[in-house]
């Protein structure tokens, strides 16, 4: 199984709204990422987990909230976001392995801030 | 800091050309390179890796190759079909730098098959 599974599909948030984005993985990896990608650019790094604990923050603003509760779970939590913040995020997913790293991604969840 | 450029950034074909994909980096000091699918609003689809100590990867109509120390890799597709329409995307895992263990991608090469 090489799937990465992500929830909601579609998200539409006002600026005020509490919202959360859930990915799950499967095949044993311990590394988990989350990407932003706005219209016709590539994907951008956000946030990358290993063995549940933040390794790499992009200077990301305040308002997304990682989280990594478990080895199959990541969650991005969503708060006060502005309409600059709808994009397309994709949940992403790797061995911690410098002969691998192969990443895995989700279908992702579109977001649109109103 | 790395840089990964692809070219052209949009290919329109005939259904059954072959044709190829460019893609150049400006650091040489990668662990793989990994070539995506993407098609409209929709996640990415990994369709070959190529580990730093590899020349090529195959699979199906696909033929990738990596000259590591001149910083290139194409991706070669046979017998195009309207299927293949999508946006294709090269990406390096970085081995050095301020990027380490980060994934660097080019903005991508917008491919339609017409029948």
């Known amino acids: 199984d090489t799937e990465v599974t992500q929830t909601p599909k579609h998200l539409v948030m006002g600026m005020t709204n509490k919202k959360s984005l859930k990915c799950e993985q499967h095949?044993?990896?311990?590394?988990m990422y989350w990407y932003k990608q706005k219209a016709k650019k590539p994907p951008e790094l956000m946030f990358v987990y290993s063995y549940e604990k933040l390794s790499i923050n992009e200077s990301v603003p305040s308002r997304f909230s990682p989280e990594c509760p478990n080895s199959s779970l990541l969650n991005l939590h969503l708060h006060a976001l502005q309409p600059e913040d709808s994009a397309l995020y994709l949940c992403?997913?790797?061995?911690?392995?410098?002969?691998?790293?192969?990443?895995?991604f989700g279908p992702g969840t579109r977001l649109t801030v109103t | 800091k790395q840089e990964v450029t692809q070219i052209p950034a949009a290919l329109s074909v005939p259904e059954g050309e072959n044709l190829v994909l460019n893609c150049s980096f400006t650091?040489?000091?990668?662990?793989?390179l990994q070539w995506f699918r993407q098609d409209p609003g929709k996640g990415l689809t990994s369709l070959l890796l190529i580990q730093s100590s590899q020349r090529e990867q195959t699979s199906g109509r696909l033929n990738a190759s990596l000259d590591k120390s001149s910083g290139r890799s194409t991706l070669y597709i046979a017998a195009s079909q309207p299927g293949d329409s999508a946006t294709y995307l090269c990406a390096v895992l970085n081995a050095g730098g301020t990027s380490y263990g980060k994934l660097t991608f080019g903005q991508g090469t917008i491919l339609t098959v017409h029948p």
């Open positions: 992403a997913s790797s061995q911690v392995s410098q002969s691998s790293y192969e990443q895995y």
């Open positions: 095949m044993g990896h311990r590394a």
């Open positions: 650091d040489s000091a990668i662990y793989n």
